[in-house]
């Protein structure tokens, strides 16, 4: 008997932090900086993402919701000429979790939805130009969720594959790419579940 108890006790427990009915809320916040040096010049990369989420869990192990990501990012080079990018994402997603225990449980979000980005260059003395480009995305990212106490934890991700369009105004470049970047990118998140 008191085998079955601890057993239900802790199953009820590796529910806990994602249960039918609950509302969950989070997002990632990101900074990369890079360094390129060639033979006779240099260039630098520096990008800030906030990606939050909300969705509601209508199952034990599915969650729908609504996602948007906002990122900046400036690329400088020794020749003078600087890029200055702005990428606004919003779309839905769809999570699906499995609880391995009370602390851990492994989720796959798969998102899509639009996505907006605006370039400015500038270049030496006074040179400028800027572009717009509209397009689309989709993507599976696989996760770990570390439930650190009643619902709240920590979301772990090392990339995932995906595909985006961008196609810029004014007879501009049409751009798509997919990418599959599991083991080469390091996200971290949190997320509660209410």
């Known amino acids: 008997m008191k085998k079955i108890l601890v057993m239900a006790a802790l199953a009820i427990c590796s529910f806990a ?3 039918k009915g609950t509302i969950l809320v ?12 060639y033979r006779f010049s240099e260039d630098k990369t520096s990008t800030f993402t906030f990606s939050p989420k ?21 690329n400088e080079t020794t020749a ?19 609880p391995l225990s009370q602390t851990f449980a492994v989720f796959a979000d798969m998102g899509a939805g639009f996505q907006t980005q605006k370039d400015k260059v500038y270049g030496p003395g006074n040179a400028f130009s ?11 990212t696989p996760a770990l969720f570390i439930n ?25 470049a049409d751009y798509s790419k997919f990418y ?15």
């Open 26 to 37: 989070g997002g990632n916040i990101g900074y990369t900086s890079e360094k390129s040096e």
């Open 148 to 172: 650190m106490k009643k619902g709240f934890g920590l979301n772990f991700s090392i990339g995932g594959l995906g595909y985006e369009t961008l196609s810029y105004d004014n007879n501009g």
């Open 130 to 140: 800027k572009y717009k480009g509209d397009g689309m995305y989709v993507g599976v």
């Open 80 to 98: 003078g000429i600087e890029e200055k990018n702005n990428n606004f994402k919003l779309g839905a997603f769809v999570r699906y979790s499995v």
């Open 17 to 19: 932090n994602a249960q």
């Open 180 to 194: 599959f970047n599991f083991g080469q990118t390091f996200n971290i998140g949190i997320s509660k579940n209410f």
């Open 54 to 74: 909300v969705g509601y869990q209508f199952n034990d192990n599915w969650t729908v919701g609504g996602e948007f990501a906002v990122s900046s990012s400036n």
